[in-house]
């Protein structure tokens, strides 16, 4: 690849590596967002839930992010799973634009 000048391909080449590796073992990342740290028994709990939804073993990535007010934004694969309240407040305003 250094020879060829594509050196530039190899972070994705091993961003991809990773998830086809992950797929065959029965793996799925995770990013979950939340407004505040979440402790060990909410991780366990979301984490198992997660699992049992995706009938898959979970890996999760955590952020956390204090503009969704609270809730949570989960991220699994493609799909997006947006309980915040900022997403929520956001739609309400929506709405009462549409009447008045």
Not at 27 to 48: C, M
Not at 49 to 77: C, F, N, Q
Not at 84 to 91: A, D, F, G, P, V
Request: charge should be positive.
């Amino acid at each position: 690849m250094a020879s060829n000048r594509r050196l530039f391909v190899l972070p994705g080449m091993v961003r991809r590596f990773r998830q086809l590796a992950a797929e065959h073992r029965g793996e799925v990342e995770v990013e979950v967002t939340s407004a505040h740290p979440l402790d060990d028994g909410q991780r366990g709990a979301l984490t198992e839930a997660l699992g049992s939804y995706a009938g898959k073993s979970i890996t999760m990535h955590e952020k956390v992010d204090p503009a969704i007010l609270g809730g949570l934004i989960v991220k699994i694969g493609s799909r997006q799973i947006d309980t915040s309240i900022r997403s929520k407040l956001n739609s309400l305003k929506l709405a009462l634009k549409e009447v008045g």
